[in-house]
């Protein structure tokens, strides 16, 4: 069965070459490569075409168009053939057996939908090393109970993807791969995490990015009307800080925390307040927003 690999990519400069090289030293290649710039103002383009100009991985197929992340996985999935699809942003890097990993229980078990590996965080900068005292050093992503794969390291079958109408373009930024796995989960798609599929990512390298980070988060999963207890809690303690000192932390890294909070707290109200609406034909259900598409294999499984 034929798998493809998908990605997009942003403003990553230098760091396009650590990760073709990640690429390249994969134990199994993709029959197909597709690569989305998202509109690339420092010559990621080139410099895609460079890294992976030699070996015997396949040459990828480069769009460019100016978009957000979910539209760069639509248009990247539409010009690929295969029935199933892998994903791994730039910016990640993949362990040598990833692919193999990341595929083989989709091709063991005709019933599997979605699977999801273990996202390893790397720390190089000071600060990085200081914010991993505070964060989790592996990512699971299981959200509520669910399984819930991160763009960054996850593959699907096709039909899955259409079954939920695709990404959701309509959010501004982030959130897409959120909404798309609660949609998968809420229609009943079987999903199932490989903790062999190992990608290592790096956490931002300053304290203004990171903020950046938790604000752009917050906006989209506002967007798509993810109303978590992790949001409901940041915004209580934004509004009330003393009610940091009853955490199990007390007083450690109290402003930070605060900080992180407050960035969560207030990207979520932007996001509510300001951010984009869902289109004609998306509805609450449950708990999430199904598209049209989504809502119509939904009603399938309840009659």
């Not at 460019?64 to 791994?88: F, Y």
Request: charged fraction near 20%; proline fraction near 6%; glycine fraction near 8%.
């Amino acid at each position: 069965m034929k798998v493809a690999l998908i990605a997009t990519v942003f403003n990553e400069g230098e760091d396009i070459f650590r990760w073709a090289e990640a690429l390249r030293k994969q134990t199994r290649h993709p029959d197909e490569f597709v690569i989305v710039d998202g509109g690339s103002t420092d010559g990621t383009p080139e410099r895609l075409k460079q890294a992976f100009n030699h070996g015997d991985f396949p040459a990828p197929k480069i769009i460019v168009e100016k978009c957000n992340i979910a539209r760069g996985h639509n248009i990247a999935i539409q010009n690929t053939t295969a029935e199933i699809i892998a994903a791994s942003d730039a910016g990640s890097f993949p362990a040598p057996d990833w692919l193999v990993e990341i595929t083989q229980p989709l091709l063991a078990d005709p019933a599997l939908d979605v699977t999801g590996g273990l996202n390893v965080t790397q720390e190089v900068t000071p600060f990085q090393k200081y914010l991993m005292q505070l964060e989790p050093r592996e990512e699971t992503g299981v959200v509520g109970g669910g399984v819930h794969p991160s763009s960054r390291n996850t593959a699907f079958r096709r039909a899955a993807f259409a079954a939920v109408g695709g990404y959701p373009e309509w959010l501004t930024l982030a959130g897409e791969d959120a909404l798309f796995t609660h949609e998968l989960n809420l229609i009943g798609k079987k999903c199932m995490y490989n903790s062999r599929a190992v990608v290592r990512w790096s956490l931002r390298e300053t304290a203004a990015a990171y903020y950046r980070l938790l604000y752009r988060n917050a906006y989209g999963a506002a967007e798509a009307q993810m109303f978590w207890p992790y949001f409901r809690q940041r915004l209580i303690i934004s509004l009330c800080p003393p009610l940091l000192l009853l955490s199990r932390h007390r007083f450690k890294h109290l402003k930070f925390r605060y900080l992180k909070n407050f960035s969560s707290a207030r990207g979520w109200l932007a996001g509510k307040i300001s951010g984009h609406r869902p289109p004609p034909g998306w509805r609450r259900v449950d708990g999430v927003l199904l598209s049209p598409e989504a809502l119509k294999n939904f009603c399938k499984n309840e009659h």
